[in-house]
């Protein structure tokens, strides 16, 4: 990353902060809240599916737990912030688990796992209702009493700054570079002593963090939340499709796929209604068959392409 | 609860569990076999069981005259699917493979929900009504065995098509060198297109004949996918045949947990199984063990 590009993502958040004094309705800031919460969560995974290669199709998990374990350590008594500090730990302890089976394996293990894993969290969270809720769902505290859309996007703009501060020091690391070497090819990099296993699991670890307190943003939005909303299929395919559609393994990918798919699906959702899981199926094939890379990794593409050109 | 009701379940247990069996082999055709990875399986059984609904509310046919018609009409949806969509990714990772399949089970399932919207449905016909009592205490239903009769007929004609034919043979060689067996004169593509349209039409028949005893709805299909991925890879990936008896063994196994624990746990039974056998035999229950 030169120094401009970094000035310019500087630049970016500070203006993404002082939005809300041109944009005050409720609406629009919700929208722009669910853009920089994906964009947020697309880099999470981006640690994973993107860095290290490795698709994970089970975020959800991690979001879910975010989401109950704000509402069920508050409600047992825990503070607000030790709150935040539980639930990221239960999400790391899901990543332990998952990473531990599955990352030993080749192949397309580790994508069956994360989902079976997640649908496990999704089938417990709806009928243990003595712990959950159940169907009902459970009441989720306020963040936020004043200012609430407000406050919820300012802290969804913290989140992604975090998280691609993170992506920048992660990338230029050692550990980045492990892991994309396993990503490019397993065998040469445990060839040169590096423990992948270990390695993914580590990304998987701090991906899930941030998936966590995201999920708990999410839930706190909402004051109440059901299995079918959190833990869900269809949140972890949202946040793939998000990273995949802007660019696996870029670091503005994420956020580029996240102002593409949700802007497209507000719009979708108003004028096509129902089909907008239509629309994101065929934006799917459309992306594996014509932009294998994302939207920024066609981009650099041609870029490259230019230069090459031009020398 | 005592010994009889147990014994109910699992007769139960089998005959649900042929019918996942039937969903397994074609899914250890297309994963085991030709290692596409098909997130859209359990989409293709919702269509099979939509297109079978259609035949018996337009033409009168009830799911066993139709599901020969079914069968070829998946078969050739699953050919042009993957000449058209899977063909053109070839060679590239895993990943490609999922996020593809996703999209076109996302497609269908939201054009069919758009077609004939989320209601559910249900078909109605003499022999549903009809059981069979064996002994005193067992029951089955009628149409639940003539399903376990066709799905029997089916998987066993399956497995000898693998076994006994060049189809089969070509199949076999592109599971054990992939690179190989083009080299032998093998057609890659025709070969796959061929087999992943057969997986396609085993999962569509299966859908026919869960008609009957099933609700219909768009997202009918989609924890399907999911288990036939389970009972490929305990059943040790290439085998059908394994894939098979695991069909039976999550039948079984579902049937059980529904009696004891709730119908509501059976899925993450299911899903439990498939995370400890991951963890502790990854070759699968009835795989051989690799290094």
Redesign the interface.
């Known amino acids: 990353m030169r120094r401009w590009q970094l000035a310019l993502a500087a630049a970016g958040f500070m203006l993404s902060l002082l939005l809300p004094l041109v944009v005050r309705s409720d609406y629009h800031l919700q929208v722009l809240f669910r853009i920089y919460l994906f964009a947020a969560l697309g880099l999470a995974w981006n640690l994973v599916g993107g860095y290290a290669g490795q698709l994970s199709l089970g975020h959800a998990a991690y979001f879910g737990a975010g989401a109950y374990g704000l509402a069920l350590f508050t409600r047992a008594g825990v503070p607000l912030w030790a709150a935040l500090v539980m639930l990221m730990g239960l999400a790391m302890l899901f990543a332990l688990l998952i990473g531990g089976v599955s990352f030993r394996l080749r192949g397309p293990y580790f994508a069956l796992a994360t989902i079976a894993f997640a649908e496990v969290l999704h089938a417990a969270a709806k009928n243990l209702p003595s712990v959950t809720g159940g169907d009902v769902g459970v009441p989720v505290p306020a963040l936020f009493h004043t200012n609430v859309n407000r406050s919820f996007y300012l802290c969804a703009v913290l989140l992604t700054a975090a998280a691609t501060a993170a992506t920048v020091v992660i990338s230029r690391s050692r550990f980045g570079y492990y892991l994309m070497a396993i990503r490019e090819d397993q065998d040469t990099a445990l060839s040169v002593g590096v423990n992948a296993a270990r390695t993914k699991l580590y990304a998987l670890l701090v991906s899930a963090a941030f998936t966590a307190l995201a999920g708990a943003l999410y839930g706190s939005l909402f004051l109440f939340i059901v299995p079918d909303q959190v833990l869900s299929i269809d949140i972890s395919n949202e946040i793939a499709i998000v990273a995949m559609l802007g660019g696996a393994g870029t670091l503005a990918g994420p956020m580029v796929g996240a102002v593409v798919l949700e802007s497209a699906s507000e719009i979708f959702k108003t004028i096509f209604q129902e089909a907008h899981l239509l629309i994101y199926g065929l934006l799917l094939i459309i992306v594996v068959l014509f932009l294998p890379e994302g939207i920024m990794g066609g981009i650099e593409a041609i870029l490259r392409r230019r230069k090459r050109q031009e020398s | 609860m005592d010994a009889f009701t147990t014994l109910q379940a699992v007769v139960n247990g089998v005959l649900t569990g042929a019918l996942y069996a039937l969903v397994g082999m074609g899914m250890a055709l297309i994963f085991g076999v030709m290692r596409i990875?098909n997130f859209a399986h359990g989409t293709f059984m919702m269509l099979g069981m939509y297109a079978t609904y259609v035949l018996f509310l337009h033409g009168h046919l009830i799911p066993y005259y139709s599901f020969p018609l079914v069968a070829l009409g998946m078969y050739g949806l699953g050919y042009l699917i993957y000449m058209g969509?899977l063909r053109?990714?070839h060679g590239?990772?895993?990943?490609?493979q999922?996020?593809?399949t996703?999209?076109?089970?996302?497609?269908?399932?939201?054009?069919i929900?758009?077609v004939f919207g989320a209601d559910y449905h249900q078909i109605n016909f003499p022999l549903l009504e009809k059981n069979l009592h064996l002994g005193s205490r067992i029951t089955v239903n009628a149409p639940w065995l003539v399903s376990f009769g066709i799905a029997l007929v089916a998987g066993a004609g399956l497995y000898f098509f693998v076994m006994h034919t060049m189809m089969g043979r070509a199949a076999r060689a592109i599971a054990q060198n992939r690179y190989a067996a083009p080299l032998m004169g093998i057609h890659l593509h025709r070969v796959q297109a061929f087999w992943f349209g057969l997986g396609v039409a085993a999962a569509a028949v299966a859908g026919s004949l869960l008609l009957p005893v099933f609700y219909l709805y768009p997202g009918v299909g989609?924890q399907f996918t999911?288990k036939a991925?389970?009972m490929v890879?305990l059943g040790g990936m290439e085998s059908i045949v394994g894939a098979a008896t695991a069909g039976l063994l999550l039948g079984v196994v579902e049937n059980l947990t529904s009696l004891y624990w709730?119908n509501?746990?059976a899925?993450?039974v299911d899903?439990?199984i498939?995370?400890l056998v991951?963890?502790l035999r990854?070759s699968g229950i009835f795989g051989r063990q690799k290094a």
């Not at chain 2, 590239?92 to 490609?96: K, P, R, T, V």
């Not at chain 2, 996703?102 to 054009?111: K, M, Q, S």
């Open positions: 990875v969509l053109p990714i590239q990772s895993d990943f490609m999922i996020l593809l996703l999209g076109v089970g996302l497609a269908i399932t939201d054009a929900q758009l989609d999911l991925f389970v890879v709730g509501e746990w899925l993450a899903f439990v498939f995370l991951l963890s990854p």
